[in-house]
């Protein structure tokens, strides 16, 4: 099992930048791709960006490509990041970690293990 702990959240200014954190701990060497998810008020979670862990080849919704980017922390496999740049008003939303540890697609449902989230504010 993988737990996972997401910070970084809160107020930011449309136009502004944030970067969230995830903490992996437990059997992190199971994962083999972390994502990040967010879901606004009303809506469905939606795929935001992923990296692997073999390789670091990383993936991103095309509503972020060229403002989201994903570093990670291989070491141990511990750690990823969300650096968002140029968030809109649209980017509030609740922001989820997750790891995927045996299936192949980015859908939220191919993802095993999950963090609490952290809440994004972009004001306008």
């Known amino acids: 099992q993988v737990q996972l702990v997401e910070s970084g959240g809160g107020l930011v200014q449309a136009g502004g930048s944030l970067t969230l954190s995830c903490a992996a701990s437990?059997?992190?060497?199971?994962?083999?791709?972390m994502g990040w998810f967010r879901q606004a008020p009303g809506k469905e979670r939606e795929f935001v960006a992923a990296v692997t862990w073999a390789g670091g080849f990383t993936y991103c919704a095309d509503t972020v490509k060229g403002r989201f980017t994903i570093p990670r922390n291989s070491a141990r496999r511990s750690k990823v990041y969300l650096q968002m740049n140029s968030l809109p008003s649209e980017g509030t939303a609740v922001y989820y970690c997750?790891?995927?540890?045996?299936?192949?697609?980015?859908?939220?449902?191919?993802?095993?293990?999950w963090g609490q989230g952290t809440q994004v504010t972009v004001s306008s």
């Open positions: 437990g059997r992190t060497f199971n994962s083999l791709a």
């Open positions: 997750a790891a995927r540890l045996f299936k192949a697609s980015w859908a939220p449902s191919d993802f095993d293990e």
